[in-house]
């Protein structure tokens, strides 16, 4: 257990040493230096730092940031990893002194997102709008968690079960043979109650929704999941989407891009990839499922 990407990580293993625990804190550690836009020497901060300079960074970097991008068309725009200029302006942190952005402030900062401006030559990252942002955090978890377990794998490691703040990836079931058993958070259940599980085997359960980090201001409610095109939170009935799929960073990709495609166009999204299953919860606490799914 520890703390990266500000979020609570938990990683159980069976048959492993404290080497190989140890090798699992490096990684987190490794890409947290990478990846993290709040630190200032990690890569991302040298490419938002750079005002439209070239930068020249690590070939992990360069993928995931070509990943962002594929997401970015994927969800027609509507998963942007340049969101950032926007999502600096509000703080969505427990404890927080909340309030709402200056429109002023946030209709400028929404000028500056789109993906797009993003330039990726090899490993060298180029943005053509200075003041554009790139922030990772759609996918940066779902990214570590694979890293996480690519390297158990190699370790001959047949059992693991990865918990990076909510990415939920497994290797393997558990050691009886069994699958393990994923809850699926009711939103705003004060107490971690489930709305639904599903049993996965060597699968990811990732989830994103409006209850992981939000405030009320008078009777209007903010949440994190914000719109490229305004700068403020979605509005389209859900409260959160959970996806089901091999690989833990397309399971952290899709959760967003389907909230912010909405039920409808999620869901036609979803019954279009292979091997891919998602949850999708209503504002009126109704499961829809894509059809290949058994949720309990």
Known sequence: ??????????????????KIMDGCKDICEKYEQLLSPTIDSS???????????????????????????????????KFDITIASASDLWNFHDNADHSIPDAEQLSEAVTHINYKTIEVNGTTVTMSDPYAKIDLGGIAKGYIADQVKNYLVEEGIEHAYINLGGNILTLGGKTDGSNFRIGIQKPFSDDGT?????????????????????FYMGDNFYHHILNPKTGYPYDNNLLGVTIICPKSVDGDGLSTTCFALGLEDGMKLIESLDDTEAIFITDDYELHTTSGIGSN
Not at 1 to 18: C, L, M, Q, R
Not at 60 to 74: P, R, V
């Open 1 to 18: 257990t520890g703390t990266y990407f500000d979020t609570v990580v938990k990683i159980e293993v069976w048959g492993a040493d404290s």
């Open 194 to 214: 489930a709305i639904a599980s599903v049993e996965v085997s060597d699968e990811t359960v990732v989830s994103s929704g409006v209850y992981e980090r939000y």
């Open 43 to 77: 890569e991302i901060s040298q490419i938002n730092q750079a005002q439209g300079a070239s930068v020249s960074v690590s070939k992990e970097t360069a993928d995931l940031i070509e990943l962002g991008k594929y997401y970015g068309d994927l969800s027609g725009g």
